[in-house]
């Protein structure tokens, strides 16, 4: 990344954590005075922000911070900004809300249409849960348990299910990126990752569904429990 790039990026995450997080609110214009850079810097900015939902460049007005009912929320970059700001429990808990809505289907689906490879995957993702969960905050153990997520919703055979992985995968990396993961697994949400799988590969619906509703709840929970300051589980 050149040094131009750089600071264009560190601008757009500067700026678009600002609307997000409330920090400059709806209806605001957006100037380089105000925000301390470059017009350059700011065109830039402006042409992802708006692609995201979060600006629009008006006649006469300039450019305008829009309400979050125009935001494109399920957008990777949307989620991390949200998650980023005061009121990440609340934004957890309403993609744990989506989740529930998607990935019991999902796990359901995925019994009657998933691959050989796919059901591989997710065995391959849940061995790698297993052998670092005793490091759940860190960076590996996210990546399998992302892999399992991402190959579940692929397997579903559904486009618009697929489509959603991205989102999803960022939720769960903004759990670990804001210490909301527990150091340790708890050992129920790796037998249920299990449960899923296996209920995938035996083509049992009905066990997939209930299992991977499980997940979501367990992960919820958990969560809030972190939030609390309490360790999920005791």
Request: one cysteine or more; proline letters at 6%.
């Amino acid at each position: 990344m050149s040094p131009t790039d750089s600071l264009h990026e560190l601008a757009l995450e500067s700026v678009g954590r600002g609307i997000v997080t409330g920090e400059i609110p709806p209806g605001s214009v957006l100037t380089p005075e105000g925000l301390g850079i470059s017009r350059t810097v700011l065109r830039e900015c402006i042409r992802v922000l708006e692609a995201l939902g979060l600006v629009q460049a008006r006649r006469r007005r300039g450019t305008v911070v829009q309400p979050d009912t125009e935001w494109r929320v399920l957008d990777p970059r949307v989620i991390a900004w949200r998650l980023a700001g005061p009121d990440r429990l609340a934004a957890l808990g309403t993609l744990s809300e989506l989740r529930l809505a998607i990935e019991p289907v999902a796990a359901r689906l995925a019994s009657t249409r998933a691959t050989p490879e796919q059901c591989g995957a997710l065995t391959e993702a849940i061995v790698g849960m297993a052998s670092t969960q005793r490091a759940a905050d860190h960076a590996e153990y996210l990546a399998y348990d992302q892999a399992f997520h991402r190959t579940l919703l692929e397997a579903s055979g559904n486009p618009g299910f697929r489509a959603l992985s991205k989102a999803i995968v960022e939720a769960l990396s903004g759990r670990t990126a804001h210490a909301l993961m527990p150091h340790t697994a708890n050992p129920e949400a790796i037998r249920l990752h299990e449960e899923v799988a296996g209920a995938v590969r035996a083509g049992d619906g009905v066990r997939a569904e209930a299992a991977m509703r499980a997940i979501v709840e367990e992960a919820d929970a958990a969560v809030q429990a972190m939030a609390r300051g309490e360790v999920p589980g005791d």
